[in-house]
């Protein structure tokens, strides 16, 4: 095990799968006890059979009953007594065209990837000891640049979620809070291979396209990414954003 994050305790919602099932387990490999946050609580169970028991705490939570956050952040702070870092990785999404993308889809979208992450900061800061840092790092994604067509609810919600973040990150310098974004262009996890899109098969889409002349990214490389934002070398970084790009234009 590599020791940089030993001692650190950090929240990873999104726990259950892709992305943050990566980030779960890098965190942990560096160290860190983990708070899993997501709803399929079987999917949470996978993400810990490749961590250390004693390094995990799962918490099923549901990011669209906001008014449930407060008892979940009680009982994620009561396990290690404090939190030093939050890795955002719930999203949901997927492509649809405009005439498809009903208000419920929009408010969706919104509420589990930018209205949930201010909710779950603002909860957060409000228990902080002042003196103690904390860190967070979102999961926003290429979409929040608005070039790729279909996406309008995701492209929103991601570029809303980017915009809170980054204002929070002034806000919240003061209080010793800092807030990065991580970007990706298309990873593979469920997201992109698993559902069932309606508009044909993205992944395989993508490899034709060009898209990323790298590729797809895998949610290990976004995982290390978010270790390094959690660890001492990301100290005196608040309000950036990180490409991961595969070669796609930013
Ligand atoms: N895959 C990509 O190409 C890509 C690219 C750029 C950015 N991203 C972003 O990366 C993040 C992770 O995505 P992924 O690709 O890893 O997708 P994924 O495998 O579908 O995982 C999505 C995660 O979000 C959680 N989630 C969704 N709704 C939730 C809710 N109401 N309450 C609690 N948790 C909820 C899910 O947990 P439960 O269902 O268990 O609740 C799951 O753990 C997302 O923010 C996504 O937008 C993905």
Not at 133 to 140: D, F, G, K, Q
Not at 191 to 214: K, N, T
Not at 215 to 220: R, V
Request: aromatic residues 6%.
């Amino acid at each position: 095990m590599d020791a940089t994050l030993t001692q650190k305790v950090v929240l990873v919602t999104g726990a259950s799968s892709g992305i943050g099932r990566a980030v779960c387990r890098e965190l942990a490999h560096q160290g860190a006890s983990v708070i899993l946050l997501a709803r399929n609580e079987q999917g949470m169970r996978e993400t810990m059979s490749a961590m250390p028991e004693d390094q995990c705490l799962p918490l099923a939570a549901d990011l669209h009953d906001l008014a449930s956050l407060p008892a979940v952040l009680e009982e994620a702070r009561n396990w290690r007594g404090h939190i030093d870092g939050c890795v955002y990785c719930a999203g949901v999404g997927g492509r649809a065209r405009l005439r498809d993308t009903d208000p419920a889809f929009m408010a969706e979208c919104m509420l589990v990837n930018c209205f949930a992450f201010v909710e779950l900061i603002r909860l957060l800061v409000k228990r902080k000891e002042r003196a103690r840092p904390l860190r967070v790092a979102a999961v926003s994604s290429f979409a929040a640049l608005g070039r790729d067509k279909y996406f309008v609810a995701y492209a929103a919600s991601k570029a809303a979620l980017e915009a809170a973040a980054k204002t929070l990150a002034v806000e919240l310098l003061p209080r010793n809070v800092t807030v990065n974004l991580i970007r990706p262009a298309f990873v593979n996890t469920p997201m992109i291979s698993g559902a069932a899109d309606p508009l044909g098969d993205f992944a395989a889409r993508l490899e034709e396209s060009g898209y990323q002349p790298m590729g797809l990214i895998e949610p290990e490389e976004v995982a290390c990414m978010a270790a390094y934002l959690m660890g001492p070398g990301a100290a005196h970084i608040s309000g950036s954003t990180f490409s991961i790009n595969a070669g796609a234009a930013c």
